[in-house]
């Protein structure tokens, strides 16, 4: 791949990236007696998990302990340094409960020098991401580095610095922290030719995929740039969420037959049989394999966007596991990140709830071990015993028999008042507060369920609400429930009216952080066929949006974010951006000049693989 010199972009994704070509994420070659080694770069993570989901805040992809209260197995590594000598060693941690002042450090873990470990135990200090000072150590030149994780409790370790200037102090995080990364891990200003697309879409959920797999199908060259290993979003097997909404929907049968072909017919029920192989991963990737002229760039993260007179040129996509970043240049973009992330760094216009908003949730599942199985006391989580939640009622002292279908369900969901983009780390951490506590109380308070244990939990924060960017309609739901006709409906709308309020009966001590949700229902007369003009931008002329983040209001997000709605968006997009290239025009011009073609394409659907207008 060729070299692209430094251009200017709009922005970058956060401060951890503010510095250009800043993460190269290769093992430092040495540079002033300083040596940097990230995390991700481990050459076996072990039984960690790689979790880029935080970058845009603290920096970096991070290695997480995601043991559920087993330690997971090391991550291990091959380092050089400068020469053999006394080193600092610093590590960049946090304990991840210490923002709420909660005791007792749950993410230990030890960091070995050739078999040894430093007296340190890491992840016990600091409740915001920081270095934590691993002392002074002599060594050879080479050295194996691993990661031993103490408690399987979501220990999380970003990198770690050897420092042959032993009172060295770095910087913790922000610019400065940018600026060291760049310096020490030798990159440069360079970015890597990531191809010429006539639509590039950004974001692999259910609504990126159809957006690609329609486009592509219709005669386009499109780039799929998503920052899993696997596409779906919430419908992968990493998250676990099943398909909702209606397909086959009059006057346009055709529109879903996309979202028809992705699998998923299964709903899993909660619960043990909630398995990773009730979700078509394999089966989606094959379908994006398929198309010749459909390029799939999966483990990268969209960091930056290049502008030029209001419409987007290009991308800047990161690779999560070696900091490699390529410029991905494009006639049309859709944003279906669910953030509004492409659009937000374009300097798209956006809404978002800043309170009362809908939260994450991280799903988990329990299984019968067979025979007695422990798990430890977590004084750290929330403290649950004698509170009730879904799964543990109580009646006065009493707890009434508890429920494992209750558990780990859609309701856990946390964070209705904190800031839905810069705070999801906060949210996902009291999902796992939320979860261990539970569990704690369950088994070693009320002496239930002996013989279970917790077999799966999402670590990815499965989200519902974030930045909605605005079109040229912004779709309400009083438009919806009063069926308003748009002449440019296009995609049906069948799920009620959900919103997500914090439950009232779980929420005694939790008030401001409450931990389980309920779904306020508000009826319409399905379906509803939502209108073209809420899934393109106003005011970058080339940008198309399909998923949880196009333009609704916070009300009526509650019925188009379920996903074969979000999937049928996508389809849509690509019809669309499929006439804007037949006829010139950009997203607006489809609805200005040729509706009617829009129409027409609407009535064939999009090209599908299997047999039309199946209902679901
Ligand atoms: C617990 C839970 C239960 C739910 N229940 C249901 C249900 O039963 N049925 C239903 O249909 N819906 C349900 N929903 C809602 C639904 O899952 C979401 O509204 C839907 O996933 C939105 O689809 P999407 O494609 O817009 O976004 P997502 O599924 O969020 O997909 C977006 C993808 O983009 C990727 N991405 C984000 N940022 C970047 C970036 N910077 N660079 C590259 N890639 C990026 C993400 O990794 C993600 O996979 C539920 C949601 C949750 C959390």
Known sequence: MNNIPRREFMKLAGMGAAVWGLSQRVLAAPAGGLVLVEAENFQQ???????????????SPYLLAHGLGEPVADATTTVTLPAPGTYRVWVRTCDWVAKWQAPGA????????????????????????????????????????ALRDLTGFEGRCDAILFSQDVNFLPPHDGAELAVLRRQLLGLSEQLDDGGSYELVVVGGGVAGVCAALTAARSGLKVALVHNRPVVGGNNSSEIRVNLAGKTGQAPFPNIGNVVNELGNKRQAPP???????????????????????????????????????????????QDVRTGRRIRVTGELFADCTGDGQLGFLAGADFEVTRKQHMGPSNIWQLRDAG???????????????????????????????????KLGQWYWETGFDLDP???????????????????????????EFPHHQLEWATYLAGKRESRRLLGDVLLTAEEIVGQRIFEDACFPCTWDLDRHYPDLRYAKG?????????AHFGKFKPPYWAPYRCLYSRNIPNLFMAGRDISVTHDALGTVRVMRTCGMMGEVVGLAAT??????????????????????ALGKGAPSKVAFGAAC
């Not at 939790?510 to 309920?518: H, K, L, P, Q």
Request: hydrophobic share 45%.
């Open 45 to 59: 993570l072990g039984g960690w998990v790689l979790d880029q989901e935080f970058m845009d805040q603290m920096g």
């Open 106 to 145: 749950p993410g230990k873990f030890l960091v070995l020098l050739n078999g040894k470990p430093l007296k340190t135990v890491f992840g016990t200090a600091g409740a915001a991401w920081h270095w934590q000072d691993g002392g002074t150590v002599t060594m050879s030149e080479k050295i194996t580095l």
């Open 271 to 317: 619960g043990p049989e909630n398995k990773a192989e009730n979700f078509d991963d394999a089966l989606r990737m094959k379908l994006l394999r398929a198309e010749s002229n459909l390029h799939l760039l999966l483990w990268q993260q969209l960091v930056a966007t290049e502008v030029n007179d209001g419409r987007i040129v290009a991308i800047v996509a």
């Open 371 to 405: 025979g007695p199985v422990a798990f430890p006391r977590c004084i750290w989580a929330l403290d649950l015993s004698g509170k009730p939640f879904p799964g543990r009622a109580v009646r006065g002292e009493k707890p009434l028999p508890a429920d494992l279908t």
């Open 421 to 447: 983009i810069t705070e999801v780390e906060a949210m996902r951490d009291w999902n796992f507060r939320a979860m261990y506590g539970a569990w704690d109380s369950l088994k070693n308070v009320d002496g």
């Open 510 to 518: 939790f008030e401001g952080r409450e931990f389980i949700s309920e």
């Open 579 to 600: 006439l804007c290239r037949q006829h010139g025009v950009l997203p607006r011009g489809v609805y200005e000049k040729h509706l009617a073609k829009l129409t027409a």
